[in-house]
């Protein structure tokens, strides 16, 4: 079965993981990476991680009821992004509040409502419109984007370490350095192209 970008990307990871923990050289690395990104079947990407004890081979994604999956996760990790702040709020003040009823030595009138209830009010309208125009998708994707840019940066930033390392690279070099020798890693295989950002209209 044909491998997509993001596959490579998967299998490039776990490469650079091999490589932190010392089962791969520079050398075995480079070439490994290098055949990820112009592998074109799952077979020629499992093979390059088949003598790596952590490495977990591709599985190509079948019909499953998985999306369901990712959408329930999605929509909670919305919800925690939402409702977040409120939720460390109402702690706050409800902590101020029973320590000011314990200094009285009597419970006294519970005020944080004035300030988390009209808040919450407010989630709750921003909650119900969120979910109805796929606010938590959208959210996810974000997500997902930034953890990819940073992945991509970690990889150009090992890309560098070890230019330098073999003199290939200046070790202060210009922004339009940088962005040669990017260029020319990327078109070598070396480097997946910098992610894009995620549709997010509508």
Request: no cysteine.
């Amino acid at each position: 079965m044909r491998a997509a970008d993001e596959d490579r990307r998967q299998v490039a990871e776990q490469l650079q993981a091999a490589l932190t923990e010392g089962r791969l050289d520079l050398t075995e690395y480079d070439q490994r990476v290098q055949e990820a990104y112009s592998a074109k079947t799952y077979a020629d990407l499992d093979r390059l991680l088949t003598d790596l004890p952590n490495a977990a081979p591709l599985v190509p994604a079948t019909p499953a009821p998985a999306p369901v999956a990712v959408e329930d996760n999605a929509t909670r990790a919305w919800l925690g992004h939402v409702w977040g702040t409120w939720a460390r709020m109402a702690a706050f003040f409800t902590l101020i509040w029973g320590i000011a009823s314990i200094a009285s030595g009597e419970p006294l009138f519970y005020w944080p409502v004035w300030v988390i209830g009209p808040y919450g009010v407010v989630l709750v309208f921003q909650t119900i419109d969120g979910l109805a125009h796929g606010k938590p998708r959208r959210y996810a994707e974000e997500s997902e984007h930034r953890r990819r840019l940073r992945t991509h940066k970690q990889e150009r930033k090992e890309l560098y370490r070890r230019a330098i390392a073999a003199g290939e690279l200046s070790a202060n070099p210009s922004k339009e350095q940088r962005k040669a020798f990017i260029a020319e890693a990327i078109s070598r295989g070396d480097l997946a192209p910098k992610p894009r950002r995620p549709d997010t209209q509508g």
